[in-house]
C-alpha cells in the first residue's frame, strides 16, 4: 500500500495565515487632552467600536507596546480615526447635511450622512452618541489654522452646539 506524500507535487500550495492586523495610526480629543497613538480595529470601522461604549484600547504615540491603555468613550469629544473604506454591502443610503458643531473648545465641520429626519434632531441623542462626518474640517477656538481631514467623529453627547446647513 503506497500512503500519499504532502510533499507531491500535485500538492497545492500550503495557504500562508493572514497576518494579524496592524495597529493604525488614531487621534483622541478629550477635555484638556489632544492624544495621538495608536489602535487595532480590526476589520471594524472605529465609529462602530465608539458606539457600544466599551473602553478603547489605545497605544499613546511614545509608548512601548505593552503600555496599552484603556479609554473611555464617554470622555472623548472628537476622533479623527484611521482611514477606513467600508465594504459597499455595508454602506447605507442616507441624506448628506453640512454641520458645524462646537465641542469642547473646537468647532468641526463637514458632512453628515444622516437617515431622514435626523437632522430634526438637534443632537440626534435618541439615536447614536457618535456621529462621523466627512469632508470635515477642525479648528481649536480662538486659533487660525483650521485642520482637513478625510473624516472625524464628534461625541454628541459632549456637543455645546450643533448646526444643521
Do not use: C
Amino acid at each position: 500500500m503506497k500512503l500519499p506524500s504532502l510533499f507531491t507535487r500535485d500538492s497545492p500550495p500550503a495557504e500562508a495565515e493572514p497576518s494579524p492586523p496592524e495597529p493604525q495610526p488614531i487621534r483622541l480629543i478629550l477635555a484638556g487632552h489632544d492624544l495621538v497613538g495608536w489602535i487595532d480595529p480590526g476589520e471594524e470601522r472605529v465609529s462602530d467600536l465608539l458606539q457600544r461604549g466599551n473602553p478603547l484600547p489605545f497605544l499613546p504615540a511614545g509608548q512601548s507596546p505593552a503600555r496599552w491603555i484603556s479609554v473611555d468613550p464617554a470622555e472623548l469629544l472628537v476622533v479623527v480615526p484611521p482611514p477606513h473604506v467600508s465594504p459597499p454591502e455595508r454602506r447605507l443610503q442616507r441624506q448628506r447635511h453640512q454641520v458645524t458643531i462646537r465641542i469642547g473648545g473646537w468647532i468641526a465641520a463637514g458632512t453628515a450622512h444622516l437617515m431622514p429626519g435626523e437632522e430634526y434632531d438637534p443632537y440626534l441623542r435618541s439615536t447614536r452618541q457618535f456621529l462621523p462626518l466627512t469632508e470635515a474640517t477642525l479648528v481649536k477656538e480662538g486659533d487660525q489654522s483650521t485642520q482637513l481631514f478625510d473624516a472625524l467623529i464628534v461625541n454628541l453627547k459632549r456637543v455645546d452646539e450643533f448646526h444643521v446647513a
